[in-house]
């Protein structure tokens, strides 16, 4: 019973252009979600995150969306660059609680 | 910035063999975590601590005892390893403060790779 899933093992991106990552969740008691990449054999980084307040928070080229109603969230990554390749975790947190749920990963390769 | 340290790197145990992973934090934070991460399967938590002498089960804490004596150390036993416990071992910490700042990330460290034969 996977409360958070990443539906895309993988994804393959040209470098310049937008890269999408998604993220559905089930537990409607997440309030505080969250980005990790990491690269192999390195522990994840985190990389942003969005409090269920928000529907959008920016830093920098990483973009993260939230829409409460579907229960989902996506990271953009623009422009694209060859260093973001790296799996990227989804993770979420319940209201009130410390601990969190992960996603099972997406792959992203950009290509040069 | 050392951050969170995980020792050792690398291990190799027969079944049966006992062992203790060592994870130690730098940033005087009270909440600690122990992961483990399987293809396919994301990271899931094992065991935490929310502070000097707590711990308390996380999603898949069988096989597995945590201690947290000191602030800055959680350590991860497998008492009798088995070939199911082959995996990506990961720490993590992270600061709480729910009335000024309630949403701080985890940090974690490297990792620690263990198979077990």
């Known amino acids: 019973d996977q409360q958070v899933k990443q539906n895309s093992p993988s994804l393959s991106v040209q470098e310049g252009r937008i890269s999408i990552l998604n993220c559905d969740y089930t537990?409607?008691?997440?309030?505080?979600f969250l980005w990790y990449k990491k690269y192999p054999a390195e522990g994840p980084t985190f990389l942003i995150s969005?409090?269920?307040?928000?529907d959008k928070n920016e830093d920098g080229r990483f973009t993260v969306f939230l829409n409460k109603s579907a229960k989902h969230l996506s990271l953009h990554i623009v422009p694209s660059q060859p260093g973001d390749s790296a799996v990227y975790f989804c993770?979420?947190?319940?209201?009130?609680?410390?601990?969190?749920?992960f996603g099972a990963g997406t792959i992203l390769r950009v290509k040069s | 910035n050392a951050g969170v340290t995980q020792t050792p790197k690398f291990r190799v145990l027969k079944t049966g063999q006992s062992m203790t992973l060592l994870c130690a934090q730098d940033?005087?934070?009270?909440?600690m975590y122990w992961y483990r991460q399987d293809p396919g399967m994301g990271l899931r938590l094992i065991h935490y601590?929310?502070?000097?002498?707590?711990?308390a089960k996380g999603e898949v804490p069988d096989g597995y005892n945590v201690s947290r004596l000191k602030k800055q150390n959680f350590l991860l036993g497998l008492e009798s390893a088995a070939p199911s416990q082959t995996s990506v071992y990961f720490c993590?910490?992270?600061?709480?403060?729910?009335?000024?700042?309630?949403?701080?990330?985890?940090?974690f460290g490297d990792g620690t790779r263990l198979s077990i034969l």
């Open positions: 993770a979420a947190r319940e209201e009130y609680g410390n601990k969190l749920v």
């Open positions: 993590a910490s992270s600061y709480v403060d729910r009335w000024i700042r309630p949403n701080q990330p985890q940090h």
């Open positions: 940033m005087n934070h009270e909440y």
């Open positions: 537990n409607s008691m997440f309030d505080y």
């Open positions: 601590s929310v502070g000097e002498g707590t711990t």
């Open positions: 969005i409090s269920s307040i928000k």
